[in-house]
T-cell receptor, first 114, second 111 residues
Framework: EADIYQTPRYLVIGTGKKITLECSQTMGHDKMYWYQQDPGMELHLIHY???????EKGDLSSESTVSRIRTEHFPLTLESARPSHTSQYLC?????????????FGPGTRLTVT | KQEVTQIPAALSVPEGENLVLNCSFTDSAIYNLQWFRQDPGKGLTSLLL?????REQTSGRLNASLDKSSGRSTLYIAASQPGDSATYLC??????????FGRGTSLIVHP
């Protein structure tokens, strides 16, 4: 079973608040990812990291930012939450060599901005 | 650019049926293909990973096959149960570490 954790699992917050979604993994993976997913819809990659101090934006434009100061930790921050940020946020990490490189997901954070 | 298509988008079957979910991809230069399960409101759970050099992988009632040259993978679920109801996604990984996901097949198994 994958050891990747996300907190909080659910968050309801008012417009304009700053929030940080936490993601941590204990597998020692260099690669970590953040996805955004609306109910019943496809996954959209919003950020990824290939290692400490390395972060890149994904395919979907996002107003969020990420940091990677430690291998095991990849938090996502929204400086000023808006109702359009309401969604599910999924964190993932991946590891293994060549064809055995496998991705694992956390349980997700369901964010509602009122 | 890699494109991944999953057919059908939704499937409803009676309990006990054997069923096949399809995943096709446009670029056959892949390292591996991963099948996931997602329950409503939850994260993705990895079911099977098939390396590009492999033809199939099995786990319990699940069997995944890969035909890289034709750009196809199938997930076979034997003797389906209501607990199998979920969305099944396939993801293809090429030269980068960023996988390309399909939109998923939503499966309902009714008693």
């Amino acid at each position: 079973e994958a050891d990747i954790y996300q907190t909080p699992r659910y968050l309801v917050i008012g417009t304009g608040k700053k929030i940080t979604l936490e993601c941590s993994q204990t597998m020692g993976h260099d690669k970590m990812y953040w996805y955004q997913q609306d109910p019943g819809m496809e996954l959209h990659l919003i950020h990824y990291s290939y290692g400490v101090n390395s972060t890149e934006k994904g395919d979907l434009s996002s107003e969020s930012t990420v940091s990677r100061i430690r291998t095991e930790h990849f938090p996502l921050t929204l400086e000023s939450a808006r109702p359009s940020h309401t969604s599910q946020y999924l964190c993932a990490s991946s590891g293994g060599t060549g064809g055995r490189h496998e991705q694992y997901f956390g349980p997700g954070t369901r964010l509602t901005v009122t | 650019k890699q494109e991944v298509t999953q057919i059908p988008a939704a499937l409803s079957v009676p309990e006990g049926e054997n069923l096949v979910l399809n995943c096709s991809f446009t670029d056959s230069a892949i390292y591996n293909l991963q099948w996931f399960r997602q329950d409503p409101g939850k994260g993705l759970t990895s079911l099977l990973l098939i390396q590009s050099s492999q033809r199939e992988q099995t786990s319990g009632r699940l069997n995944a096959s890969l035909d890289k040259s034709s750009g196809r993978s199938t997930l076979y679920i034997a003797a389906s149960q209501p607990g199998d109801s979920a969305t099944y996604l396939c993801a293809v990984r090429g030269g980068s570490y960023i996988p390309t996901f399909g939109r998923g097949t939503s499966l309902i198994v009714h008693p």
